[in-house]
């Protein structure tokens, strides 16, 4: 397994302003993941952060409004850049220390107003 | 595409009892991994149970038990002895043993235990 850590755990933010959250993972692993959860919906993945790589993005998420860093195989952020309410959700990080499974991290509850 | 589909919106079941979540899926594939994972109130994600696709005995994990029929593209999670901390959103994913890990998750379904 993997211990997962994310900060902010919960924000409130104003809309067009940006926040950045970020994941640390206690082991280095190669693929991190990013996924929303919109109010009472399932997770959607966002994009997957390979360290030395661009990220790769979801069809319906792009680049511009989600920025994703990846400086190590421990370390990941992700932005969520000029929100707004519809970007309240939780955003959760994930990593895959084998092929066959993936664990998470306690996830980013945020608000925008 | 493979997708996921969880057809029990809400289930609830008496302290004590066994209760079975139903899940299918939607694949060409032949080899994949299947998951249950347990979001609580805390919304942390916790894994489950894993099955793979290629093993036909279904995997147990203490009170927790599935039902892989790879024929029939169902794979449903049974609890026994439901305790009051079972009470969360189970989530069945699939995932593909061909190359991005992504993980495809089922809509959920709310679990409630009647004490």
């Known amino acids: 397994s993997a211990v997962i850590s994310q900060k902010p755990s919960r924000d409130i933010c104003q809309r067009g302003t940006s926040l950045t959250i970020q994941c640390q993972v206690d082991?280095?692993?190669?693929?991190m993941f990013w996924y929303r959860q919109q109010p009472g919906q399932s997770l959607t993945l966002i994009a997957t952060?390979?360290?030395?790589?661009?990220?790769?993005?979801e069809s319906g998420f792009v680049i511009d409004k989600f920025p994703i860093s990846r400086p190590n195989l421990t370390f990941s952020t992700l932005t969520v850049s000029n929100m707004s309410p519809e970007d309240s959700s939780i955003y959760l990080c994930?990593?895959?220390?084998?092929?066959?499974?993936?664990?998470f991290g306690p996830g980013t509850r945020l608000l925008v107003l | 595409a493979q997708t996921v589909t969880q057809s029990q919106p809400e289930m609830s079941v008496q302290e004590a009892e066994t209760v079975t979540l139903s899940c299918t899926y939607d694949?060409?594939?032949?080899?994949?991994?299947l998951f249950w994972y347990k979001q609580p109130p805390s919304r942390q994600m916790i894994l489950v149970i894993r099955?793979?696709?290629?093993?036909?005995q279904n995997a147990t994990e203490n009170r927790f038990s599935v039902n892989f029929q790879k024929a029939a593209k169902s794979f449903s999670l049974k609890i026994s002895d439901s305790q009051l901390g079972d009470a969360a959103m189970y989530f069945c994913?699939?995932?593909?043993?061909?190359?991005?890990?992504?993980?495809?998750f089922g809509t959920g379904t709310r679990l409630t235990i009647i004490p």
């Open positions: 694949t060409s594939e032949s080899d994949y991994y």
């Open positions: 952060a390979n360290q030395g790589s661009e990220a790769t993005y």
């Open positions: 082991s280095q692993v190669t693929m």
């Open positions: 994913a699939y995932l593909s043993n061909f190359g991005n890990e992504k993980l495809t």
């Open positions: 994930s990593v895959a220390p084998g092929p066959e499974t993936q664990y």
């Open positions: 099955q793979e696709a290629y093993k036909q």
